[in-house]
């Protein structure tokens, strides 16, 4: 990575959400702060308030006297990450369901980015699909034009992305680019009820993907995940 001076730090906590939804960064792994104070060109203060900034949205873990580790999400956990996403996206979709009724809502860009997915899902090119569909959920609530409801959501998808990471069962056949199709058809439906039916099933779906009885083992290295 180009060694750039940082002094703010949600560039530490955009470099450590992107390194997760890349699935570089993989749960269990110990970040420190003197090295990623010299990766990322910045103070260790910086780094320090970026981790507390992640600590706070759970994404990572610092208990007293110990290391700052990735968050390892458990069964119960996983399911209330997907709650609040459920509380969160119904809301997202309530919005641009009335946007889209008065003709306020350009989906093209979302229209675009289910064309990549199938494309990604053709070519079996699983990393880059899993980041396209995490992509497809925060752009939808962008398209709200409520940053509260980015900020209450963005946390939520690299969590939604560690667990995938640990629970993931590749015999499940789950594909998320044909339900975000479906999803984008009843916001053009003009539908509410519809559109919360779809929002919905995907998400219990993503749940239903997962093997709880799998163990991920945890990675503790550390070494240039972020270039």
């Known amino acids: 990575m180009t060694t ?6 949600d560039k530490v906590v955009d470099l450590v959400l992107e390194a997760i939804l890349k699935k570089r960064l993989k749960p269990g792994v110990k970040l420190s ?11 260790r203060a910086v780094v320090r308030q ?4 992640l600590v706070d949205s759970g994404v990572l873990i610092h208990k007293k006297n110990q290391s700052v580790r990735v968050a390892y999400p458990t069964k119960k956990e996983t399911k209330q990450i997907y709650e609040a996403r459920k509380a969160i996206e119904n809301g997202v979709i309530m919005i641009l369901v009335e946007k889209h009724r008065n003709n306020e809502l350009d989906l093209s860009i979302i229209d675009s980015l289910v064309i990549k997915e199938q494309h990604l899902h053709e070519n079996s090119e699983h990393a880059k699909l899993t980041r396209l569909s995490c992509d497809f959920h925060l752009t939808l609530a962008e398209l709200c034009d409520n940053k509260f ?6 946390p939520l998808i690299p969590l939604s992305a560690l667990a ?4 993931a069962d590749t015999e499940s056949n789950f594909c998320s680019f044909s ?13 509410l009820i519809k559109a919360f039916k779809a ?13 709880f009885n799998s163990k991920a083992i945890k990675n503790n290295s550390y070494s240039h995940i972020f270039n």
């Open 199 to 211: 929002i919905n099933t995907h998400l219990d779906r993503c749940v239903e993907s997962l093997n």
């Open 164 to 167: 995938a990471s640990v629970y």
């Open 50 to 53: 970026g981790f507390d900034k």
């Open 179 to 191: 339900e975000h199709y479906e999803l984008i058809e009843a916001i053009k439906s003009n539908d």
């Open 4 to 9: 750039t001076l940082h002094t703010n730090p």
């Open 149 to 154: 409801l980015v900020d209450s959501l963005k």
């Open 33 to 43: 702060e003197i090295s990623l104070q010299e990766e990322f060109g910045c103070s």
